[in-house]
């Protein structure tokens, strides 16, 4: 008898704050906060994963010099400078300083420069092609000074040229026209039955390399692609989401994107991680077509159990939030797919 009373009891609470109390706290944001600070925790994840990355990102620029994120959007802004027309005889002043500060912490701690990898090319020519065209100011002149002996005045153009702003050239364009992209686009749909076939990691490695070309506020790539193909583990994590059941233990690989909020120093940059991710799961999802490959994204909604049990299943940090689930694998010929017609051109499109 107690137990129902309870039950019940519950369940009227639960039915208040779904139904009847948003209605009233709605009405402005103060109210809003109010209920999702004494009544709703559904946000409360996000705050403290948005707090941590914000709190990392000021400590590794603002106490330990050493910003990747920050250095790879300020690198991205400066090209942004190099690329204006008219181009600005100064710019960049504002945060020349701490790019510089970021670049060199980062710069010394590669052993040569054959070593830094292209995205350290990158600043390093970047930067370099700044100091060669920007005018003096004392600041300018004092950070040039900074950069030259960083780099030990080797800052000219390499055999392999300059990784800087440059202009297309048409002829080098992909051959790929509309007709045969869009059929790529129609021949991916979301496929939940494959064959118990190894995936072969270098043809993965090909579609992440593809995905890192998809655009990214900024160029930060505020997310990574966590890939598994043992066995033991694609059954775990396909057991987490919900929505593989009937064909979770179908999937050969499974791959968890995650979006880093380190990157941002910021809340108003709080759903770039989801955005970014999104625009490089797609093109993922595209490259594994043209390898023989499918996929099925699978659908991550904020539910604070299957958030715990993936951040610790993923060793997650604080500042660090599943975007998307995705199996893949090769596809099994006899294994339908949804036929799932989409909305037409007229409901999806307005201009002006």
């Known amino acids: 008898m107690v137990k129902k009373i309870i039950n019940k009891v519950k369940a009227f609470k639960k039915r208040l704050a779904q139904d009847y109390l948003p209605g009233f706290f709605c009405r402005s944001r103060r109210l809003s906060n109010l209920y999702y600070c004494l009544i709703s925790p559904a946000f409360s994840r996000e705050h403290q994963a948005v707090l941590a990355g914000k709190s990392k990102h000021f400590r590794e620029a603002k106490k330990q010099k050493a910003n990747y994120f920050l250095l790879v959007r300020n690198t991205h802004r400066i090209e942004k400078g190099l690329l204006m027309r008219p181009r600005k005889a100064q710019f960049a002043t504002s945060y020349i300083h701490e790019t510089l500060d970021s670049f060199s912490n980062i710069w010394k701690n590669c052993d040569s420069e054959k070593d830094a990898g292209s995205q350290n090319k990158w600043f390093k020519d970047v930067l370099s092609e700044y100091f060669n065209v920007v005018s003096d100011t004392p600041l300018i002149a004092e950070q040039r000074k900074k950069f030259k002996m960083l780099v030990n005045g080797n800052d000219t153009i390499s055999s392999q040229g300059r990784s800087i702003p440059y202009c297309r050239v048409p002829g080098e364009y992909s051959r790929v026209d509309f007709e045969e992209f869009y059929k790529l686009t129609r021949q991916r749909r979301s496929v939940r039955w494959f064959l118990p076939k190894p995936v072969p990691r270098e043809l993965i490695d090909k579609a992440v390399l593809?995905?890192?070309?998809?655009?990214?506020?900024?160029?930060?790539?505020?997310?990574?692609?966590?890939?598994?193909?043992?066995?033991?583990?694609?059954?775990?994590?396909?057991?987490?989401?919900?929505?593989?059941?009937?064909?979770?233990?179908?999937?050969?690989?499974?791959?968890?994107?995650?979006?880093?909020?380190?990157?941002?120093?910021?809340?108003?940059?709080?759903?770039?991680?989801?955005?970014?991710?999104?625009?490089?799961?797609?093109?993922?999802?595209?490259?594994?077509?043209?390898?023989?490959?499918?996929?099925?994204?699978?659908?991550?909604?904020?539910?604070?159990?299957?958030?715990?049990?993936?951040?610790?299943?993923?060793?997650?940090?604080?500042?660090?939030?599943?975007?998307?689930?995705?199996?893949?694998?090769?596809?099994?010929?006899?294994?339908?797919?949804?036929?799932?017609?989409?909305?037409?051109?007229?409901?999806?499109?307005?201009?002006?």
């Not at 179908?250 to 910021?266: C, E, I, R, T």
């Not at 999802?285 to 909604?301: D, F, K, Q, R, V």
Request: hydrophobic share 40%.
């Open 210 to 352: 593809a995905a890192s070309q998809s655009p990214s506020a900024c160029n930060r790539q505020p997310f990574e692609f966590r890939i598994f193909d043992d066995h033991q583990l694609v059954r775990k994590l396909a057991d987490i989401p919900m929505g593989t059941k009937g064909y979770g233990h179908s999937l050969p690989v499974f791959a968890v994107v995650v979006g880093n909020l380190d990157a941002y120093a910021s809340e108003r940059d709080r759903h770039v991680i989801y955005i970014d991710g999104a625009l490089a799961s797609m093109t993922f999802m595209l490259a594994l077509e043209t390898l023989g490959l499918s996929s099925c994204p699978i659908n991550w909604p904020d539910i604070e159990e299957k958030e715990e049990l993936m951040q610790k299943t993923l060793n997650l940090g604080p500042w660090q939030r599943p975007i998307m689930c995705l199996g893949l694998g090769y596809p099994d010929p006899d294994g339908m797919v949804a036929f799932s017609e989409k909305r037409s051109l007229d409901q999806i499109r307005n201009y002006n």
